[in-house]
């Protein structure tokens, strides 16, 4: 995409348009210090189905703009990545899963497709930055896994299906798809994506499931060496998280 300046332009308009919803909302803390109350969360679902991958680098730079504003920290490092895949898991998802369906269609199908890509896109974002901030040692996984996934799905499914529904027939007329504005790639078998597919939540859900139990003290791996089984367990996260985290990232690049 970099080597067309329409996409490049795309992507500095989905970064303007995250970080101008993002920064109003910093002021209605959930979590004071931690998160906010974030229904720009909306945006990189919509311009992913629009623009594909040059909405997956605006919504990581559009995230990194914003938290500049709401006090930049080493955290945003992780923050920035986990942005990217929830920018670019919707509309990969989507290719792999969504069929003939479009994205504004109202059957049972497609709305259940919907739901699933947003919550895998969700799922992984909350995965990255819940890694990234047990691996620092700032906050617990089992507070901030779950508010990034009840964030983004209360934006994406909300708020972006009314987006959506107004942008992307005149998208689609201009021909401002992201299809329409760069060569596609020959894309990989559909084995291989499904294989991707399946790894990528298979091990989103493990990394999510491993980094709640560990961090709320249900599950404490009997493998560990004793001296890393205290509270608040940010090392024992960032450990056992580490394998599934890795095989979801890869089904991504598989997609």
């Not at 730079?61 to 990217?84: E, Q, R, S, T």
């Not at 999510?208 to 560990?224: E, V």
């Not at 004793?226 to 690049?253: D, E, F, I, N, Q």
Request: hydrophobic share 55%; net charge positive; glycine share 10%.
């Amino acid at each position: 995409m970099w080597h067309d300046t329409r996409m490049v332009v795309l992507c500095a308009i989905s970064a303007a348009l995250y970080a101008a919803v993002l920064i109003p909302f910093k002021v209605v803390p959930l979590i004071p210090g931690v998160t906010e109350l974030r229904p720009a969360n909306a945006i990189p679902i919509v311009c992913s189905f629009l623009f594909g991958p040059a909405a997956a680098w605006g919504s990581a730079i559009g995230n990194l703009v914003g938290d500049f504003f709401g006090g930049a920290g080493p955290g945003d490092f992780f923050g920035f990545f986990a942005n990217l895949a929830y920018g670019f898991l919707p509309y990969k998802v989507w290719e792999a899963i969504g069929g003939r369906h479009s994205p504004l269609d109202r059957s049972a199908a497609a709305i259940s497709k919907y739901i699933f890509t947003c919550f895998i896109a969700s799922l992984l974002c909350a995965d990255v930055v819940g890694w990234g901030d047990n691996l620092l040692g700032l906050r617990p996984f089992a507070v901030l896994g779950n508010l990034i996934v009840f964030n983004n799905m209360l934006a994406s499914v909300v708020l972006a299906p009314f987006l959506l529904a107004a942008i992307y027939p005149r998208a689609r007329a201009g021909r401002l798809l992201y299809g329409d504005l760069m060569p596609q790639e020959p894309p990989l078998r559909r084995s291989v994506r499904l294989y991707g597919l399946f790894l990528l939540v298979g091990g989103g859900l493990l990394a999510w499931a491993a980094g709640n139990l560990i961090s709320a003290g249900y599950w404490l791996p009997a493998f560990l060496p004793g001296t890393m089984l205290h509270a608040p367990y940010s090392g024992v996260v960032a450990v056992v998280v580490s394998p599934p985290l890795a095989l979801a990232v890869l089904g991504a690049c598989l997609l």
